[in-house]
């Protein structure tokens, strides 16, 4: 069981954790934060497998991960 | 639950001001850790440049200094002379480290000083707006090369790693990318080496990073990070140029 926790003030709607999810789980989500970009969103949290890929990835580190 | 993934202790809790995208932030962040494992925060100094990581003095949490344009290695000389204990590194774009502070660095590789320097290849001219940089590519279009860059006139992208890589006084040279998360974690790896070269006195050791600019590119993130991997590495290629045995 992983989880991870976004920092959707943080995030700057870059998507580049989409493509380095292995799971395909992330995505944007619809709605907008305070900075006017979309934040990313994880779906299926249960296939999360906390590989921390999308924390590596995201240049405004704005991604923890529990396992 | 273990947390297994935070924000360095190194790095301030303000946000970057980057572009969507940019790698800078990827890259601070791997310092930053770097200077977490190796306990040195309280004693290390960083220089920043001049370009988009002028205000890296907001984000890393240790002491800092900001040089005149291109004059990073030089000040990091004088610091790291004056307290040799200190762990000293510099972070510089290429406009600053490839072009106005060319002198600089090639100097301060020659004569071989245990500093560390994190060397971001763009491609590009970031804070500025987009102008062509000594490391644009051939045939790449940017604000002041409007056809491409033409080698006729306008010379040959540098390869600083491997220039600098045939000084004597150079210990470790290793170029990255961080296009990736398997380029990401090799990237790790190496700032790890240079600044543990470093902290066994072994001399000048200095990470190029080829990284994006989504903005002065043109493209998205994700497009940005393709092109990368398909025009720059090609190009500058990655692995490492120099190594003491020790740190190997």
């Excluded at chain 2, 990827?26 to 002028?54: M, N, Q, W, Y």
């Excluded at chain 2, 200094?65 to 990091?76: D, K, M, N, Q, Y």
């Excluded at chain 2, 200190?86 to 290429?94: E, L, N, P």
């Excluded at chain 2, 590009?124 to 006139?153: H, N």
Aim: proline share 7%.
């Amino acid at each position: 069981m992983a989880k991870i926790l976004i920092d959707e003030e943080r995030c700057k709607g870059c998507e580049l954790c989409i493509p380095a999810c292995p799971k395909h789980i992330m995505v944007m989500a619809e709605y907008f934060n305070k900075k006017g970009y979309h934040p990313a969103k994880q779906i299926k949290p249960e296939e999360c497998t906390g590989c921390t890929f999308c924390a590596i990835t995201c240049p405004d580190v704005a991604i923890e991960v529990y396992k | 639950m273990k947390k297994v993934f935070e924000s360095p202790k190194s790095l301030t809790k303000d946000p970057f001001t980057y572009c969507p995208g940019c790698h800078h932030g990827i890259a601070h962040r791997l310092v930053a850790e770097a200077l977490d494992e190796f306990g040195v925060r309280e004693k290390t100094i960083g220089v920043c440049p001049v370009g988009c990581s002028v205000f890296a003095y907001v984000f890393f949490d240790c002491d800092m200094i900001c040089a005149a344009h291109g004059r990073a290695p030089a000040v990091a000389t004088g610091i790291k002379r004056a307290k040799p204990d200190s762990i000293v590194f510099t972070y510089q774009g290429d406009g600053d480290l490839a072009s106005i502070g060319t002198a600089e660095i090639v100097h301060t590789a020659n004569r071989g000083e245990n500093i560390t320097v994190i060397f971001i290849n763009n491609a590009i001219y970031g804070m500025t707006g987009g102008q062509m940089a000594p490391t644009t590519l051939v045939g790449q279009v940017t604000q002041t090369s409007p056809y491409g860059r033409d080698p006729k006139t306008m010379g040959y992208p540098i390869k600083v790693a491997e220039m600098l890589s045939t000084l004597k006084g150079v210990a470790y040279i290793s170029r990255v990318a961080l296009s990736k998360p398997a380029y990401i974690l090799k990237a790790k790896k190496a700032i790890r080496k240079a600044f543990q070269s470093q902290i066994e006195g072994k001399g000048f050791s200095l990470v190029e990073i080829l990284s994006t600019c989504p903005t002065n590119w043109g493209l998205s993130p994700i497009e940005a990070n393709k092109w990368l991997e398909e025009n720059m590495i090609p190009y500058y290629p990655l692995g490492e140029f120099k190594t003491p045995e020790e740190v190997s």
